[in-house]
């Protein structure tokens, strides 16, 4: 089936879903808009938004539920009912992390962004770190020893504070060695590789 991935050409909620797509070998076109196409794309959008994944002739939006879609096909959504709901409750906590790193960046960048790093971040992150270390005290995976496409969300969010502040995972070390090991998935690190050279913006205003 055909894929064709469409988003802005930034990392902004498409990059988990390439990650995804890239670490499991599915080939999909990676469909940039510019934006000055957006207004003649938007109308055509279900929800007048993207990331959109076209598959075959079946419109998915909505980056939470494209994930949990390609975590279905690819066998990353947990082995049964405790995992599974373990691994959607994980990636609401990531997505809630990153609507207030969101709020920053596009509300307050200026004027917010020491205290986020300072004061918001690290308790968002210590939670994090405490569920992530339910499973194998997360030596592996957020669900244990089998990928799940909540680490593709996590790894993102954890690579976009390390931008945001180089010691930003200094106080969660579970998390920060998930980080490390998940940059070295060879299939990842050839995409990080590629992505450096092109070097798109994090966020839709430049900010990061
Ligand atoms: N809940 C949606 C939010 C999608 C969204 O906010 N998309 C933004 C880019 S990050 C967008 O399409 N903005 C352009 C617009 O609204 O015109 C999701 O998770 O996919």
Redo the contacts with the bound molecule.
Sequence with gaps: MALKLSY?DIR??AEPIRLLLVDKQVAFEDHRIARDQWPEI?PKMIF????CLLSGDEEL????AILRHLGRVHGLNGSNETETTFIDMFYEGVRDLHNKYAQMIYGNYENGKEAYIKETAPGELARLEKLFRTYKNGEHYVAGDKESYADYVLFEELDIHLILSPTALDGTPALKKFHERFAERANIKGYLNKRAALNPPVN?NGKQ
């Design positions: 802005f902004g909620l938007k007048g938004q993207v990331p939006v909505q980056s939470g839709g």
